[in-house]
């Protein structure tokens, strides 16, 4: 493939990028290859499902039945979205996980909406989508949450679900986090069906650990069960300066995304869906030469 033809293949998404920084071969079976995951994770589905439970908390249900929201959610995505024919990877027993993901999301959602800093900030877009150009090539994603708080200060968040905590020295280089805030200055977000520029500069962009909302089930040195897991901002600012510098990491990263040749990073491994697709690859054949010796294999009963 060219570069111009990988160009017209791929989708610039923030969720290209974030798949070629976590792993360009990845980033190849997904994007280039249009392969798709052989399973999805129950943590992945549950994260989506508390997105869309926050979205609608913030468009009029703020007094919603937490449980019934996220069950509603939840169901959505195993069910009808457009990911519902991959399998998920559930550990057991299924019924036993989905009430614990529902028990998990409960205890998430009441604590989130307990802080007043949520309660007085005003969300002014919520899951909006978004497009950019960046040096004549176009990039487009999803915002989780723009607010205004009470302080007046406008700030961009990211909510994450993973269970592990974000590093605070990790947010100032966060690519997504850069493209979301650039997106705010120079791009354009779907509101109400109709494309507007916000022509803004956020006062702060950062992370908002879901999971910080978790509670102690049993004491640890500093905290009492029941106890929060802590703060859940973390947070960084971009400047003008910062932005107009962010076009040149993002010419740096799309020239080498072009490039026909992949480096797997297998510190991703222990997580990756496309298993399946990579344990079969070997980079020193050419494509046709290893599509014969996987034939051959199949033959064989060695696949
Ligand atoms: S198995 Fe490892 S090297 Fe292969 S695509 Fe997944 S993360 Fe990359």
């Not at 971009?238 to 010419?251: C, P, S, V, Y």
Request: hydrophobic content about 35%.
């Amino acid at each position: 493939m060219t570069k111009q033809e990988i160009l017209e293949t791929i989708e610039l998404r923030q969720s290209t990028l974030k798949t070629w920084l976590s792993c360009p071969l990845m980033y190849k079976f997904r994007h280039i290859d249009k392969l798709e995951p052989a399973f999805r994770y129950p943590g992945t589905v549950h994260g989506s499902a508390l997105h869309l439970v926050l979205s609608w908390l913030h468009e009029g249900l703020w007094n919603g039945d937490l449980r019934s929201l996220y069950t509603k959610a939840l169901n959505y995505y195993l069910y009808e979205s457009e990911e519902e024919h991959i399998p998920v990877r559930w550990g057991g027993d299924v019924e036993k996980e989905i009430e614990a993901l529902k028990v998990n999301a409960v205890e998430i959602l009441e604590n989130y909406r307990s802080k007043e800093y949520n309660q007085n900030a005003i969300v002014l877009f919520s899951e909006v989508q978004f497009s950019v150009k960046i040096l004549g090539n176009r990039f487009s994603g999803t915002i989780d949450q723009v607010r205004k708080n009470p302080d007046g200060t406008i700030e961009l968040l990211d909510f994450k679900s993973s269970k592990m905590r974000p590093n605070q020295y990790a947010i100032p280089n966060d690519i997504q986090l850069t493209l979301y805030a650039y997106a705010c200055k120079f791009g354009e977000l779907l509101v109400d069906g109709i494309w507007v520029k916000p022509n803004m500069l956020v006062d702060s962009v950062g992370i908002y650990f879901l999971r910080a909302h978790e509670v102690y089930k049993r004491k640890v040195p500093g905290k009492e069960v029941g106890d929060e897991k802590g703060d859940p901002f973390f947070r960084t600012s971009k400047t003008i300066h910062d932005l107009r510098a962010f076009r040149t990491e993002i010419r740096h990263q799309l020239s080498a995304m072009v490039k026909p040749w992949y480096y797997p990073n297998t510190a991703s491994c222990a997580f990756c869906s496309y298993t399946a697709h990579c344990i079969g690859r070997n980079d020193k054949l050419p494509t046709d030469q290893a599509e014969e010796a996987q034939e051959l294999l199949a033959q064989l009963n060695m696949t």
